[in-house]
């Protein structure tokens, strides 16, 4: 006969159950109604547990949605891959166009996978908590630093140069566009279902627009060096 489970591992297992099903739960009522508006009362009921084990788990309402933001964010799998791409031996340029490859083909799984993370994002974005300072210094803002350095190092300027940090901005939003705002891109653009070989499409798009700037704008800065120095030198 098979030996029965010490008490220690079935009772983890149950514990690592209760959470995940107020994880799910949680996920679900904060993305119908929004953090304001949910409540812990409700999160229980939907998960079938009982009220204090969410301040067992979380500690509290705010602790179980920075929880639940944190997958939003993450989801689907890690950022491991995403990361993994500023460690590799390549030219700049050909990370930089890995990385929108990668990060359009994560946004739009996303996207189709379930609109509960989508619906999560847009409650923050309208009524922003306490729990997105920490989610985006923990998740978004480590990769951003490392988008940025790898621009700056395209350009040849600082990370922490102005234009270094608005062509961030502008790959980071060129990237969302096609992800997210579907809806009125099949109203402008019904032959762009957005299939693998699309998204192929955009993202190579995105990246040759993106370097053809990219590389000028080293260019652009001599010359502007070199017109203020001619000026000054007519002084």
Request: hydrophobic share 35%; net charge positive; with cysteine.
């Amino acid at each position: 006969m098979a030996a029965s489970q010490p008490s220690s591992t079935r009772h983890t297992a149950a514990n690592d159950e209760t959470r995940t099903r107020l994880l799910q739960a949680a996920s679900e009522v904060f993305a119908d109604r929004g953090y304001h508006y949910a409540t812990v009362r409700e999160i229980c009921n939907r998960a079938n547990v009982n009220l204090a084990l969410v301040n067992y788990h979380f500690g509290d309402k705010l602790e179980l949605y920075t929880e639940v933001l944190r997958s939003a964010v993450k989801h689907p799998g890690g950022l491991h891959e995403v990361h993994d791409l500023f460690t590799h031996a390549d030219e700049p340029e050909t990370i930089l166009r890995k990385f929108i490859h990668v990060m359009l083909h994560r946004m739009v799984k996303r996207r189709e996978g379930s609109n509960l993370h989508m619906r999560l994002m847009l409650h923050e974005l309208a009524r922003p908590t306490p729990a997105v300072a920490r989610v985006v210094d923990e998740s978004i803002k480590p990769l951003h630093d490392r988008l940025r350095g790898l621009l700056g190092e395209i350009m040849g300027l600082p990370p922490e140069h102005d234009k270094t940090r608005l062509c961030t901005q502008s790959i980071i939003g060129q990237t969302i566009h096609y992800a997210h705002h579907s809806p009125v891109i099949a109203r402008l653009w019904p032959e762009l279902k957005m299939t693998s070989e699309q998204q192929d499409m955009v993202a190579d798009h995105i990246a040759d627009f993106s370097l053809a700037y990219l590389k000028l704008t080293p260019k652009k800065h001599s010359l502007r060096k070199a017109v203020k120095s001619k000026q000054r030198g007519k002084r």
